[in-house]
C-alpha cells in the first residue's frame, strides 16, 4: 500500500497493491496496522455506501460537531473527489484539491475531520463507499457552497452541463460564512 500527502495537510492519497488475473482481482482496503505506521490511527464506527448517476454533485459537506474522518473509495465508476480545508490552525486552510477515484485506479483518500468533502459523479454512474470515524449527525451537518468562487475548485463539467444537486447542496453556504474549526 503507499500512502501520499496531498496538497492538503493530513489527506492522504492511498493506493492499494491489486492482485489480478484471469479471474478478477483482489484488493486490500483496511489494514489497521499499514494505516497506523502511515499515520491515520481511527476508530471507525460507520459504513456508507451512495449510487449516483452521472453529473450528480454531493457536497460539500461537513459536520460542525460530532465531526468525521472518512476513508472513501470507488467500486464502480468514477468520481472527482474534492476536499477544502476548514480548519483555522492548518498550513492549508482555505485551500481546495480535486482528485480523481475510479474503480480501475483503486485509489482511495483519507479525509480527516475539519474538512468539507464532496464527489462529482465522471462516469455514467457510481458507487462510492466511506468509512467514517464519526456517527452521521444530521443537525450539525453543514454544506459548503460546491461553487463558491474564492474556492477555485475546477469541477471537471462538461460545458453548458450544470451539476445535479439535492436542495440542501444547492443551498451551501459561502466560504466566507460557513462555520470553521480551531
Known amino acids: 500500500m503507499k500512502f501520499t500527502k496531498t496538497p492538503i495537510a493530513d489527506v492522504v492519497l492511498i493506493e492499494p497493491q491489486v492482485f489480478g488475473d484471469a479471474r478478477g482481482f483482489f484488493v486490500e482496503t483496511w489494514q489497521e496496522e499499514k494505516f497506523k505506521a502511515a499515520g491515520i ?6 459504513d456508507n455506501h451512495s449510487r449516483s448517476s452521472q453529473w450528480t454533485l454531493r457536497g460539500l459537506h461537513l459536520q460542525v460537531q460530532q ?13 472527482f473527489d474534492v476536499v ?36 462529482l459523479i465522471t462516469s455514467e454512474s457510481a458507487d462510492f463507499l466511506y468509512k467514517c470515524t464519526g456517527f452521521y449527525s444530521p443537525e450539525h451537518e453543514r454544506t459548503l457552497a460546491w461553487d463558491d468562487a474564492t474556492l477555485c475548485i475546477r469541477w ?4 453548458g452541463v450544470a451539476p445535479k444537486l439535492s436542495a440542501k447542496d444547492a443551498r451551501g453556504a459561502s466560504f466566507a460564512e460557513i462555520e470553521k474549526f480551531a
Do not use: C, F
Not at 41 to 46: A, E, L, S, T
Open 41 to 46: 490511527d481511527v476508530k471507525y464506527v460507520q
Open 67 to 79: 465531526t468525521q474522518g472518512k476513508l472513501v473509495r470507488v467500486s464502480l465508476g468514477s468520481v
Open 84 to 119: 477544502v480545508d476548514l480548519r483555522r490552525s492548518s498550513p492549508s486552510y482555505g485551500a481546495s484539491w480535486g482528485v480523481e477515484l475510479s474503480a480501475e485506479n483503486h485509489r482511495m483518500l483519507w479525509v480527516p475531520p475539519g474538512l468539507a468533502h464532496g464527489i
Open 156 to 159: 471537471p463539467l462538461p460545458a
